[in-house]
């Protein structure tokens, strides 16, 4: 069983949006800190989002801040990236993480394109 699956990515052209989705199973993610990151071709994996295990707290990279929204819910086992106002830079493997005392998930990523 995969611990994290997302889903949503696509092709979508400049100021379009698109919502991605992480399902996680097999674990106990009310407790986990869920986190975005996006690696584009050739370039480092970076942080884009995380959110705590209550929603009580967000954070964002500068790049996403006021256009990338993450949220959760943990009575569907499934985090969130509200993604608005895309650019050719968003452009991206996205991937999800799970991160507690106890463990570190990471999904298998999903293929954002923003171009027209």
């Known amino acids: 069983q995969v611990p994290l699956v997302e889903s949503g990515g696509g092709l979508v052209q400049p100021g379009g949006s698109l919502r991605l989705s992480c399902a996680a199973s097999?674990?106990?993610?009310?407790?986990?800190?869920m986190s975005w990151y996006r690696q584009a071709p050739g370039k480092e994996r970076e942080l884009v989002a995380v959110?705590?295990?209550?929603?009580?707290?967000?954070s964002y990279a500068d790049s996403v801040k006021g256009r990338f929204t993450i949220s959760r819910d943990n009575a569907k086992n499934t985090v969130y990236l509200q993604m608005n106002s895309l650019k050719p830079e968003d452009t991206a493997v996205y991937y999800c993480?799970?991160?507690?005392?106890?463990?570190?998930?990471w999904g298998q990523g999903t293929q954002v394109t923003v171009s027209s």
């Open positions: 993480k799970a991160v507690s005392t106890r463990y570190v998930y």
């Open positions: 959110i705590s295990s209550t929603a009580g707290t967000t």
């Open positions: 097999g674990f106990t993610f009310s407790s986990a800190a």
